[in-house]
């Protein structure tokens, strides 16, 4: 069924905003403000993108042909509390900053691990974010989304393909998630939230332009002294550090001293700057461990 009469206003050469704040612009750009203007959408451009808090993204300097799509619009971005059941029903827009507060002020207790991660509650789901308190899949119940031909599901935690830093739920758009919580002390759940914030704050540059973690965690396929044992998941920063990659710079993008798995962009950088910067970093690592490191950036750009 074509959607055409509801499709939003395309803005032309869009700004894409991301926490690297560097990169293209978008050809189109849409800020549906109902479910029939995102369907719409779909009609119009079935490859359509869709942008979160763009906290793991990366543009390309070229920019994205394919439309760009903002779940902003308040419809997408309502945050429900149950009564007394601990579900929480949360639209993709959402802030998880915001959500992880008031969960939090309210005593429920699953999402205070999460403190610190930038993210929109889709964007969030969709990388399973999480580090070492544990990742958004914790506590999914259930996650509604739209296929690309304009279908809408439920799906049950189960019948998602949650694993380290992914979902699985990558060609499709979300449109709602379901948390389960459990009941807290809102006192010693502000606590774990601040214990938590401090540790980020401690072991990563958070005031600093970036996308966050560059490269996932390798699982070993043989013991290096030192960093693991075969079959374990090790830090790729740990990886990096010991390849001697930190201050390692290519432009205005530069290796953070803090931790070596962030890469942080100065105002002049370009986005080609931290892919050719990311590049020489995988090789060095190969180069020194054997160990080929998997970008977890999302990079966008014209295919
Ligand atoms: C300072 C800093 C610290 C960070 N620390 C952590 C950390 O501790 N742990 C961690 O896991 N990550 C961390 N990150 C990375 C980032 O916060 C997470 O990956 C986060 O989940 C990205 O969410 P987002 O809304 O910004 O998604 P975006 O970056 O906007 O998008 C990421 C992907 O999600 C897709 N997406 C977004 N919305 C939808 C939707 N509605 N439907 C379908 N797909 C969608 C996008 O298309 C894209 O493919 C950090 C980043 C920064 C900048």
Not at 61 to 75: F, I, M
Request: with cysteine; net charge positive.
């Amino acid at each position: 069924m074509p959607h055409a009469a509801t499709i939003p206003e395309i803005i032309r050469n869009a700004p894409i905003p991301t926490w690297f704040g560097v990169g293209g612009r978008a050809d189109r750009m849409v800020r549906p403000q109902t479910l029939d203007e995102l369907r719409a959408c779909l009609d119009l451009d079935p490859g359509l993108r869709v942008l979160g808090s763009g906290a793991n993204l990366l543009v390309d300097d070229e920019g994205v042909g394919d439309l760009v799509v903002r779940l902003d619009a308040p419809r997408f971005c309502r945050v429900e509390f149950g009564e007394d059941d601990g579900v929480v029903r949360a639209g993709p827009g959402a802030a998880l900053a915001r959500l992880i507060l008031d969960c939090t002020r309210r005593g429920l207790a699953g999402v205070q691990g999460l403190a610190g991660v930038p993210a929109s509650v889709a964007g969030a789901v969709r990388m399973n974010a999480g580090g070492r308190f544990g990742e958004i899949a914790d506590v999914v119940r259930s996650v509604t989304i739209l296929e690309r031909d304009g279908t809408m599901r439920t799906l049950r935690r189960e019948e998602i393909a949650f694993s380290y830093r992914t979902s699985g739920l990558d060609r499709v758009v979300i449109l709602e998630v379901e948390l389960v919580l459990s009941p807290g002390d809102p006192t010693v759940l502000r606590r774990r939230l601040l214990e938590v914030m401090a540790h980020k704050k401690s072991a990563q540059p958070m005031g600093a332009k970036s996308a966050g973690c560059c490269f996932r965690n390798p699982v070993l396929v043989r013991t290096i002294e030192g960093i693991g044992s075969a079959g374990q998941r090790v830090s790729a920063g740990l990886l990096l550090d010991r390849a001697g990659c930190k201050g390692m710079a290519v432009g205005g993008a530069r290796v953070s001293e803090r931790h070596a798995n962030f890469i942080t962009a100065s105002r002049d950088a370009g986005a080609g700057d931290i892919l050719c910067l990311m590049d020489i970093l995988a090789d060095r690592v190969e180069q020194t461990f054997g160990v080929r490191l998997e970008r977890e950036v999302v990079v966008w750009g014209r295919r």
